[in-house]
């Protein structure tokens, strides 16, 4: 049975069971503080878990795209070391929201595993929970009774909490679970040792398939455990594992999910799978991170420095590593797997399908630029690892790390693997410092600590009013308190709201609540778990008094200005560039707006003007809105346009303005003329395959064009011109500075000769080698190479060192002859290391040149002296 099969029936089941089949949620997770991805299948139902909604289905199922790279879920270091681990992962499970609780959770996991897809009922394992005497939890009886029905007592194992009992964070909804673990070893070491025996032992033949967790308390702050109201079941079984299992497999790897890509690898590289261990892990680590990198481009999360996105690019990085030391790949590889794993995957998953181009471009252009500095960075890294061992130390300095970190890009984890393949190890202590060091150069937000919700009124629908009107009479619902480290202010959740929440790109609003002639502002409304929540910075007197809820007009309409702006600039880019370009984020906001799209080249400047002039074309036809709520499935015939990444519903809101059909849920003008006029006011790059735009709209459009104006004006004033010859003033503006240029460049080629002439009359012979050092004025690390290099070629024998201070840096540079190189076993990279410690700086390069910079350029005279003992 293939995978697609075994993902069907999982389907057939439970859709047999009165399941609803739902979609996955993206991997990457947009709206909830607490999750950069999606690792667990409930994700996305936290929001009736935490009886936020009210669920619209009482049972659904799904396969879920889920990523475990970071925090309490990190499975990163077992990847492609065990059979049975990885980064992105496919979760299945099923979902009872108040509906069946343990009793048919347990019955139809038995059944789907045994009687519908025919595992040997005798390899079946299960856990319960043991019970807490802290949490005055006892014993999972009802579980135990429930598995006593199929299996004997002596394979119903009790768990302790870190294995049996499920909690979402620390605090919230929470409950014991039963595992379900399958033996797959042979019958011959099953007659050796019971299976019993290495349950949850991590032993990769006898390993957890199934998990059902049943949530029926809720944790509080202050750890204690109360029933909940309503008692759900949430189940999660590893697909990969399920497949490895039926397919009589003793490795995931070796499942059709992961074949056809590692067999892929092995005709790129030439090296065939199976043959040696340490090719084998670095082939299954690149079919792994392959499938977490593109589900991700996939869903909007690209490489980044930041947070989600330099999660991806150290996944990524790790893979290419992986590709450079153990399969010998010096040249980009993995963007071509792409296409192979749509292959697989496509299918189940459209999203890979259509976002192939750009998940190839993006994986190219981040496999180029690691390959340019990954050389460098295992030079130095070797270099230290070598000084270690012949030191006898354990370890590397953890400011050395930081330093492969911040400056070749080595993740830590990178770091820290190729240490591990040498038995070395790095001072965290150490990197953590640095580390530490720099973000509070950097930081912007202090950490924040809130209390439990203090509920008024128990109202789990919040409805939002705010499309058309913008004050209302509001009540709180629920509110807590939230401490940084700089000051404190209060969460409110209404009962309905004029207040927009941040989501969607558009910022959320502001104003301010009123009682009894008090206003109290609204500093800003942020979404989340579904609920739009309003800071302020104390509370109303009366917290169950009436409020009047104002939101700040202005600022609203040059918001909704700038987001219907966004649709028409959207349709304008598809129309003028073609159908492939896709929005991959935005920022709307009063001031402005910033759009961002698939596009693989740069706009020139007439496809600009043409957008904007379709856009303000848009907007001169005063389009009115039309906005209805429909089905999913209507309004893509409509010819409404999804964005992958984003989830929705099987109701959704669609915007349309004319041609331009939108899934949105955010606030938009009564008719496109409303805006006035649309201004591009620069278009970028942002990342390989991905423009931005950035545009203005209304009165902050006339403000920038007459800006603009009043600065023509003043260079036009300032150059002696006038206004009616302005091209013709900047035309002989240009004229002249190109006859300055020419003049100081010949006084620059008339200054570096006599520069080269004075330093090869002050070199000294030095136990045979001709010594050149010397702090040089120049303007540029180029001139010092273009002088270096000149006196190579005319002075044999040569040994020399410059300095000079550029912008308030220090600069050296190590030149030395061929025939030094050769003879002495002189080497300019070691020696610039060495001498670039008297500058506080780094550097490195060939053994015939070499450079480096520094931030002391006092240093300097102290460099070269130290270069001259170098041959004394």
């Not at 990769?204 to 059902?212: A, G």
């Not at 950490?447 to 499309?467: K, L, N, P």
């Not at 003329?673 to 991905?690: D, L, P, Q, T």
């Amino acid at each position: 049975m293939n995978s697609k099969e075994i993902r069907q029936k999982f389907f057939d089941f439970f859709e047999s069971k009165q399941h609803k089949i739902v979609s996955s949620a993206p991997m990457v997770v947009k709206d909830d503080p607490t999750l950069m991805f999606t690792n667990a299948g409930m994700n996305q139902f936290k929001d009736v878990f935490l009886d936020n909604v009210v669920a619209t289905d009482l049972r659904v199922a799904n396969s879920q795209k889920c990523l475990r790279v970071s925090g309490k879920h990190n499975d990163l270091e077992e990847v492609g070391q065990d059979t049975y681990h990885h980064t992105m992962f496919e979760m299945l499970g099923n979902w009872s929201f108040g509906d069946y609780f343990k009793e048919e959770a347990i019955s139809w996991g038995w059944e789907f595993l045994v009687d519908t897809m025919g595992i040997d009922k005798d390899r079946l394992y299960a856990t319960i929970y043991e019970g807490d005497e802290a949490d005055e939890v006892e014993l999972d009886k009802e579980a135990f009774n429930h598995w006593s029905k199929f299996l004997p007592e002596e394979r119903i194992l009790k768990g302790n909490k870190k294995d049996n009992f499920w909690e979402m964070g620390e605090s919230g909804p929470c409950g014991p679970c039963s595992e379900i673990h399958v033996d797959i070893r042979s019958d011959e070491d099953r007659n050796k040792i019971p299976g019993a025996e290495l349950v949850n032992k991590d032993h990769p033949q006898v390993i957890e398939i199934w998990n059902l967790v049943f949530i029926q308390y809720n944790r509080k702050s202050d750890g204690k455990l109360v029933p909940l109201p309503k008692k759900h079941v949430d189940t999660g079984m590893g697909f990969e594992r399920l497949c490895m299992v039926l397919q009589g497999k003793q490795s995931n790897y070796d499942t059709d999910v992961f074949q056809s890509v590692i067999r892929r690898i092995s005709e790129y590289t030439g090296i065939a799978y199976g043959k040696n261990e340490k090719s084998d892990i670095a082939m299954r680590v690149v079919a792994d991170h392959l499938r977490a990198v593109s589900f991700s481009i996939a869903d909007g999360q690209l490489p980044s420095n930041a947070k989600a996105g330099y999660v991806i690019r150290r996944i990524l990085r790790r893979a290419i590593r992986y590709n450079y030391t153990f399969l010998d790949q010096k040249e980009p590889l993995i963007y071509q797997l792409v296409k192979e794993l749509v292959n697989v995957m496509g299918d189940s998953f459209n999203e890979l399908k259509k976002q192939q181009e750009l998940i190839e471009k993006v994986i190219l252009d981040e496999e180029k630029a690691f390959l340019r500095t990954l050389d460098s960075g295992i030079k130095l890294l070797d270099g230290l690892m070598e000084a270690a061992k012949s030191s006898n130390k354990p370890s590397i300095s953890g400011r050395k790390a930081f330093e492969l970190y911040d400056t070749f890009g080595f993740p830590l984890d990178l770091t820290q693997l190729i240490l591990r393949e040498n038995d070395l190890t790095v001072d965290l202590d150490e990197f953590n410092s640095e580390m530490e060091a720099q973000k509070n150069r950097s930081r912007k937000a202090s950490e924040s600590d809130a209390t439990d919700w203090t509920i008024i009124v128990d109202d789990q629908v919040q409805e939002f009013v705010g499309y058309d009107n913008l004050e209302a009479d509001v009540r709180i619902t629920r509110y807590r308190k939230v401490k940084t480290k700089k000051k404190e202010f209060y969460h409110l959740v209404f009962n309905l709201t004029p207040f927009y929440g941040e989501s969607g790109g558009q910022v959320g609003d502001k104003g301010y609540i009123e009682a009894d002639g008090i206003k109290i502002p609204v500093i800003d409304t942020v979404k989340e778990n579904n609920l739009s929540i309003h800071l302020v910075t104390s509370l109303p007197k009366d917290v169950n008094a009436t409020l009047k809820a104002v939101v700040d007009k202005k600022a609203r309409l040059s918001t909704i200005n700038h987001h219907t702006a966004t649709h028409l600039l959207h349709f304008a880019l598809r129309k003028v560039l073609g159908t492939h370009v896709e929005q991959k984020g935005s920022l709307v906001h009063p001031d402005y707006l910033r759009f961002d799209f698939s596009h693989f080249q740069k706009i020139t400047s007439e496809e600009l003007q043409q957008i904007e002039n379709l856009v303000n074309e848009k907007i001169r036809e005063n389009a009115p809105a039309h906005i209805q709520q429909t089905s999913f499935n209507k309004a893509r015939e409509m010819g409404a346009m999804a964005l992958f990444g984003e989830k929705y519903g099987d109701v959704v809101r669609v915007v349309q303005f004319g041609d331009s059909v939108e899934l949105c849920g955010g606030t938009h003008v009564e008719a496109t003329g409303n805006i006035g006029y649309f201004k591009i006011v620069n278009e970028s790059s942002i990342a390989a395959g991905i423009r931005r735009i950035e545009a203005v709209t209304a009165e902050k459009a006339y403000a920038f064009i007459n800006d603009r104006l009043n600065i023509l004006d003043h260079v036009i004033h300032t150059a002696g011109g006038s206004v009616n010859n302005e091209v013709q003033t900047i035309e002989s503006l240009q004229h002249q500075n190109a006859d300055m240029r020419k003049k100081l460049e010949e006084i620059g080629r008339l200054e570096a000769k006599r520069l080269k002439s004075t330093l090869i009359e002050s070199a000294e012979e030095v136990n045979g080698v001709k010594l050149i050092t010397a702090k040089v004025a120049v303007d540029s690390a180029a001139v010092m190479k273009h002088l270096s290099f000149q006196i190579k070629q005319e002075v044999p024998g040569l040994f020399m060192v410059l300095g000079a201070e550029i912008d308030g840096k220090a600069h050296l540079s190590v030149a030395i002859s061929d025939d030094l190189v050769q003879k002495k076993e002189m080497n300019a990279g070691t020696i610039i290391r060495d001498l670039a410690k008297e500058i506080q700086g780094g550097g490195g390069g060939q053994s015939f040149f070499a450079t480096a910079g520094g931030k002391n350029p006092q240093g300097i005279e102290k460099a070269l002296a130290k270069a001259k003992s170098v041959i004394s």
